[in-house]
């Protein structure tokens, strides 16, 4: 079936309750490449229980995720050939390493570009604190549906990005990914084929099986934690940013970054920029 607009506009996407544990955190710092320096102890207060554990900020998109909902046929949307386009996280308080979270997530927002042109849909999900009623982070984002505009929905209006960042950047970050990392990572909660099924990534128009997107905004995130916060996530505010190109597991992503706030990240082996139009805002 086709998308119909209020249908997809007005999805209802159930509430989530996940009860956080250290294990949970671990996992996803181990899945976005942290650890891989054994000797650096700043790396290992994220990935070791036996010192004071602190969540990678950037884990607010995976807690409490609704899972890939896009792929129930009522949506309408064609699953195999949506990409994750933009994504933002305001933190509102540190992330727990223990805990339960409610995750609630909706649709903002629904853009048809014109046949052929495919459409844009902006989601929103807040998480809270179960015990306490706090807000944690909220996390805003844009999915291309590439093949599916035309649905006679309205044309905006469309959110305008951070612009790109120019010049020469202030500190220059590479981290490598492995091979296998988009198969660890889909142990947080997204397991979308894409990722894990070279025939399923053959159909959408890739050669093999892409990293998510979410998982380069992981590595995105580390560098700006080694590079602007010395490792302490207290002082990450809020972070947007727009994926302009995928990454495939294996390839290392370098991280620019500028003093005014601005980040881009490209891949070495290929020399393309893969997120783009990025800003971070810090205490």
Same mark, same amino acid.
């Given at each position: 079936? %086709? ?36 000797? =650096? ?43 994750? #386009? ?29 046949? #052929? ?58 981290? %490598? ?20 099924? %070279? ?76 997120? =783009? =139009? ?6």
């Amino acid at each position: 079936m %086709p998308v119909e607009y209020d249908t997809l506009r007005h999805f209802p996407i159930p509430d989530v309750r996940q009860t956080v544990t250290a294990r949970d955190c671990i996992l996803y710092a181990l899945s976005i490449g942290l650890g891989t320096d054994p000797m =650096n102890p700043d790396e290992l207060d994220f990935v070791d229980q036996h010192r004071t554990l602190r969540a990678m900020p950037a884990m607010a998109v995976v807690l409490a995720h609704p899972g890939f909902w896009l792929a129930d046929p009522a949506t309408g949307v064609d699953a195999v050939r949506l990409v994750h #386009g933009e994504q933002g996280i305001v933190w509102h308080a540190p992330l727990p390493t223990e805990g339960e979270i409610i995750g609630h997530t909706e649709v903002t927002g629904l853009v048809d570009k014109g046949p #052929g042109k495919g459409a844009l849909l902006y989601t929103e999900k807040t998480l809270t604190n179960a015990a306490t009623g706090h807000l944690l982070a909220t996390c805003s984002a844009t999915v291309f549906l590439r093949a599916d505009g035309g649905f006679g929905g309205p044309p905006g209006p469309i959110r305008p990005a951070a612009p790109a960042p120019e010049g020469t950047p202030d500190h220059v970050i590479d981290l %490598p990914t492995r091979p296998e990392q988009a198969l660890y990572y889909r142990l947080n909660g997204d397991d979308n084929p894409l990722h894990a099924d %070279p025939s399923v990534a053959a159909a959408a128009g890739f050669p093999r099986p892409i990293l998510h997107g979410l998982c380069t905004l992981g590595v995105v995130t580390h560098a700006l934690l080694r590079a602007r916060c010395g490792y302490d996530p207290a002082h990450l505010q809020s972070l947007d940013l727009r994926f302009s190109a995928p990454v495939y597991p294996g390839e290392t992503i370098r991280t620019e970054i500028w003093a005014d706030g601005g980040f881009r990240a490209r891949v070495l082996e290929r020399d393309i920029i893969v997120v =783009n =139009n990025g800003r971070v805002r810090l205490s």
